[in-house]
């Protein structure tokens, strides 16, 4: 990594794949070698997801949901997993999405050589996609260029042609911030306003998209380090020690609750750990998981008519419809609920409001596999949460700034490096 060491280069492009090498939902030692060098020399891979090549490539997808569900109820999916290296688990696996304005083809939807997830024992791979071109037909455009050695453009399509997009939006990230962001943070920011193509967000394809694109397609690295006036995103990064848990307490803005108490507005969470692997245990190689919860500290009475405390969980994991607080199958936490997984995004929308309370808590807490043990040195992570007025017109920004800063806590707000260019 002598890139690295001399240049401070800390995001890796790797265009690259292995077919044949993993098995199943299992961990590649190519995979371990990787995520080795991610630790060791503090770097982010992001590697494509693999390309389906000949007749092994599905159809175009179709512009209704129903035709794409009965397109890939006819595929075989053992067959189209990711290759390795990219389940690697510290860093991004990019899928691939059709160009615009190519005829015969849709756009913004999966295109017909990109593999799909998930990664080591379900965890969610791809995280990201980007424009990888069409595939190629004759007299067809592939609708991305690119340009030759000779310096010509040249048309070209694969999810090698994706995955620099999305490393330049991260590198870009890295090289806006001053200083040396924690990897974690950079992770978190690259996913953490992703935004998922809208013909993909329809509900038949909630689940099945996920498997494609991840979290979606990655804005730019300006747009990953700016609110408005209408939202705020708050940042913790640390490391959460053994048998600890992170507690926030804050206070709903006062301009999203409602005259009748209720607090409404939209919170989105994105979380990004390094968890202890072990390679020896294939697809259970993550052996410590970290999770969060964001509780709005509601009240009850109980039988002798005092009121205790009654929290009411609020988050829903991205993807699912359906409350975190729930009894559910470990199948369903591994599939919907991102359990086991290393970068995690939560949201809720409450365009009416809920509950009566204005008092909220954000929390991070550690889980360990049956036998594993929590490292003593602890669990490096991000934090992202940004609260937001979908409406646009309640100042988010000044009132939890004001409200942190009452409560005698220390803010400070992300630096951006000052970049000068000559002009010759």
């Known amino acids: 990594m002598e890139a690295a060491k001399a240049e401070g280069v800390r995001v890796f492009n790797m265009s690259l794949g292995a077919p044949g090498v993993r098995q199943g939902l299992g961990y590649s030692s190519f995979a371990a070698s990787l995520d080795r060098i991610a630790l060791t020399h503090d770097v982010i891979f992001l590697v494509s997801a693999g390309n389906l090549r000949g007749r092994d490539a599905r159809p175009e997808w179709s512009a209704t949901a129903e035709d794409a569900l009965e397109m890939l109820a006819t595929r075989a999916i053992a067959e189209e997993r990711i290759t390795a290296p990219g389940e690697h688990l510290f860093g991004i696996t990019v899928g691939a999405i059709n160009a615009p304005s190519v005829l015969g083809a849709v756009a913004d939807v999966p295109t017909t050589y990109t593999r799909r997830g998930p990664g080591p024992g379900g965890a969610r791979k791809p995280e990201l996609a980007h424009i990888g071109g069409v595939s190629p037909r004759a007299g067809s455009s592939c609708g991305l260029h690119s340009i030759g050695v000779d310096g010509r453009l040249v048309e070209g399509s694969g999810t090698s042609y994706a995955t620099p997009l999305v490393t330049g939006s991260l590198a870009a990230l890295d090289h806006r911030l001053e200083g040396q962001a924690p990897r974690e943070t950079l992770l978190a920011l690259s996913v953490h306003k992703a935004e998922k193509p809208h013909i993909l967000c329809a509900k038949p394809l909630r689940t099945v998209a996920r498997d494609f694109v991840g979290f979606g397609v990655p804005r730019h690295a300006d747009a990953c380090l700016s609110d408005d006036l209408n939202s705020i995103t708050l940042v913790f990064a640390d490391i959460l020690p053994p048998r600890r848990e992170l507690s926030f307490i804050f206070t709903w803005p006062r301009s999203l609750v409602t005259t009748e108490g209720k607090c409404r507005g ?55 419809q359906l409350p975190q607080h729930l009894d559910y199958t470990e ?15 939560y949201e809720k929308n409450i365009p009416k409001g809920c509950g009566t309370t204005s008092e909220w808590k954000l929390s991070l807490k550690g889980l360990t596999r049956a036998g594993a043990l929590y490292p003593e040195e602890g669990v490096r992570f991000a934090v992202l949460m940004t609260i937001a007025d979908p409406r646009g017109t309640a100042p988010v920004y000044e009132e939890v700034r004001a409200e942190i800063l009452r409560r005698g806590l220390r803010l400070a707000d992300i630096t951006v490096a000052q970049r000068l260019r000559t002009r010759g």
């Open 266 to 320: 939209r919170i989105d969470v994105t979380l990004a750990h390094t968890p202890p692997i072990d390679a020896a245990f294939d697809a259970e190689c993550q052996r410590v998981q970290l999770g969060v919860g964001l509780h709005q500290l509601e009240e009850k009475e109980n039988d002798d008519g005092e009121l205790v405390p009654d929290p009411q969980q609020r988050l829903n994991a991205c993807d699912s």
């Open 331 to 345: 199948r369903y936490l591994l599939e919907n609920g991102l359990k086991w997984t290393p970068i995690k995004r």
